[in-house]
């Protein structure tokens, strides 16, 4: 990895700083372990993990030379209530820098996979430390699958993931994709710090490829299907049952029933 060549493309205070380590057990857990002593914008990048982490306690699956795992430290000037906007900007950024690297038509599935051909590219692991209604700190664990063939996957996920190199055929440079990355969350964060966020929403909703598609959402003990109208401001999932009523889904895993 080259990590200058990554920073004389960066345009702004995020990525500035780069702590690389070759090996790590989650550059989410050492970006929360530095996240007293280093400032805002700093990024921690792995070539690999031990322990990567995705969501709802799941392994990330994180071998060497081959894919991207970075997690980006911030102090956002956001309410602990908006905290969901952080991951929503986070998968606004991936997937339009990696549209506009790669060509390929990228979306986001509720809440924050990054998919490519309805297989799972990507993911976004946020974690917030929350002080008086505010969020002192904010981790946001950024992981794409970038030159991996699918048979270095475990069998199980084989058959739900893919890579930018399985989808195109050829290999990318990680530097570029993840200097894309940054100046991307350069932009948003900025426009989520000055007002608010009001263009995120739009955007996610734009790039998602959730909405508008009849669903099964499984979350906790329980599984629900209907028509997904939209996300709301919470990155709530707005699923319309076939009941009429209209629920409001927080968390859980979706599949896109046709
Ligand atoms: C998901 O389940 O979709 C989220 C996956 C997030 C993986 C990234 S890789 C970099 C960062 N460090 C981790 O341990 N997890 C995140």
């Known amino acids: 990895m080259n ?6 493309k960066i345009r702004g205070d ?4 780069i702590l690389f380590f070759k090996e790590v057990s989650s550059t989410n857990t050492i970006a929360s372990h530095l996240a007293e002593t280093t400032a805002e914008g ?15 306690g799941r392994v990330w699956i994180s071998p060497p ?10 102090r956002p000037k956001i309410k602990q209530r908006d905290a969901t906007l952080l991951t929503i900007m986070s998968a606004v950024a991936c997937a339009n820098a990696v549209r506009r690297i790669t060509g390929l038509d990228i979306s986001i599935k509720w809440p924050n996979d990054l998919m490519a051909s309805h297989r799972k590219l990507g993911g976004i692991l946020t974690e917030i430390r929350t002080d008086a ?5 904010a981790i946001i664990g950024i992981g794409l699958n970038v030159n991996i063939g699918l048979d270095a996957f475990p069998e199980d996920v084989r058959k ?5 190199k399985n989808e195109t055929g050829r290999s990318y440079s990680r530097e570029e994709i993840i200097a894309g990355i940054l100046n991307e969350i350069n932009r948003w964060y900025a426009h989520l710090n000055t007002s608010g966020g009001e263009m995120l929403l739009p955007e ?7 909405i508008g598609k009849y669903v099964k959402v499984t979350a906790g003990d329980e599984t629900f299907s209907g028509f997904a109208e939209s996300i709301d401001s919470e990155g709530r999932l707005l699923l319309r049952l076939p009941s009429g009523e209209l629920k409001r889904v927080s968390a859980g895993d979706l599949t896109v029933l046709r």
């Open 204 to 210: 996610w909703k734009r790039l998602s490829s959730t």
């Open 133 to 137: 209604g505010k969020i002192p700190v």
């Open 65 to 74: 030379g081959v894919n991207i795992h970075m997690s980006v430290l911030l």
């Open 42 to 56: 700093a990024v921690v990048l792995a070539e690999s993990q031990e322990k990567g982490r995705g969501r709802l």
């Open 14 to 17: 995020i990525g500035r700083e």
């Open 160 to 164: 739900i993931a893919t890579s930018l």
């Open 3 to 8: 990590i200058e060549a990554i920073k004389e």
